[in-house]
């Protein structure tokens, strides 16, 4: 991602800082995050466009994304920019909803059930419906 900065201004909560624009869309797992143009702030969050949390549905639907073709905890961690205090806590949930199976025989490898792909599968209409 490129910023090109700008003169430094102030954000919405009143304090200054360097701002720079977006001179690329930026795309995260296959969705647009930032577009051509998106202003950022230096210091902040994130861009102002964009949520500064994600939901308990969506990161759980993000670990079912990774793990379609099985994936060990470093790599969800990673992918799903998650430490590995949360990542357990997920991993328990969605393996015993059934979303989710591990497979020993492969070094305790993480891979979404039919079950899960079902369920990621009804995430992404709904997010399509709303327009996210």
Not at 9 to 33: N, V
Not at 119 to 132: K, N, P
Request: charged share 25%; aromatic share 6%; hydrophobic share 35%.
């Amino acid at each position: 991602m490129h910023v090109s900065c700008t003169q430094p201004e102030i954000d919405p909560d009143g304090c200054s800082s360097a701002a720079g624009l977006i001179d690329k869309p930026y795309i995260l797992q296959g969705k647009t995050i930032l577009s051509e143009g998106s202003k950022i702030f230096a210091g902040w969050r994130g861009a102002l466009n964009m949520p500064s949390r994600r939901s308990k549905a969506q990161i759980m639907s993000d670990i079912l994304e990774i793990c379609i073709d099985g994936a060990n905890k470093t790599k969800i961690v990673y992918n799903a920019n998650l430490n590995f205090k949360m990542l357990n806590s997920y991993l328990d949930a969605l393996t015993k909803k059934g979303l989710l199976h591990v497979r020993k025989d492969h070094g305790n490898e993480y891979v979404t059930t039919e079950e899960g792909i079902r369920m990621l599968e009804t995430c992404r209409s709904i997010d399509l419906e709303l327009g996210q």
